[in-house]
């Protein structure tokens, strides 16, 4: 390429051209490829502060990798993200990592741990609540217009229990 770009034939400008040409043509074929990836799966997660709530600050990991995180406190009450997955399956696997700093009865700080797991079943363009039970045991996701479309795992995540979480 470069001694055709060199040679007598192409004038100047026209070697400005073609170099230009070149690179617009290479960059083009750069976004092609990263456009046509297989991401088309969409579905929000919804995560609201409780009133006994004081603070949270949580993650949500999807087949193993963090998708989002949510900090809610006083000045951000709600806060929901729409999570891009890669070509759905029936179901995917989620993990629930963080913790809630609620007021007691006592009027006492008390932190809880959250640290859960679950199956959302067919998820694409649905919404999904990020729930606690009233005893701020249980923290899962649900979608209250399909009540069989989550399943809330027995035990603790394994992503939750590694140190860098």
């Not at 043509?25 to 609201?48: D, H, P, V």
Request: net charge neutral.
């Amino acid at each position: 390429m470069q001694t055709l770009l060199n040679s007598s034939i192409f004038p100047l400008k026209s070697k400005l051209l073609l170099k230009w040409w070149v690179g617009f043509t290479l960059c083009l074929m750069g976004t092609f490829e990263i456009s046509t990836t297989a991401y088309s799966a969409e579905f929000i997660i919804k995560n609201q502060k409780a009133p006994q709530e004081i603070s949270e600050s949580s993650t949500v990991y999807i087949d193993g990798k963090p998708v989002a995180h949510f900090t809610l406190n006083d000045t951000t009450k709600e806060i929901s993200k729409t999570i891009t997955i890669p070509d759905i399956t029936q179901s995917v696997s989620y993990d629930l990592c963080g913790r809630i700093t609620i007021r007691n009865a006592a009027g006492q700080p008390e932190t809880h741990e959250i640290n859960s797991k679950g199956i959302l079943y067919s998820p694409q363009s649905k919404t999904f609540l990020a729930i606690v039970t009233a005893d701020f045991k249980y923290y899962y996701l649900a979608n209250p217009e399909d009540p069989n479309g989550h399943k809330v795992l027995e035990g603790h995540s394994n992503i939750c229990l590694s140190p860098s979480v």
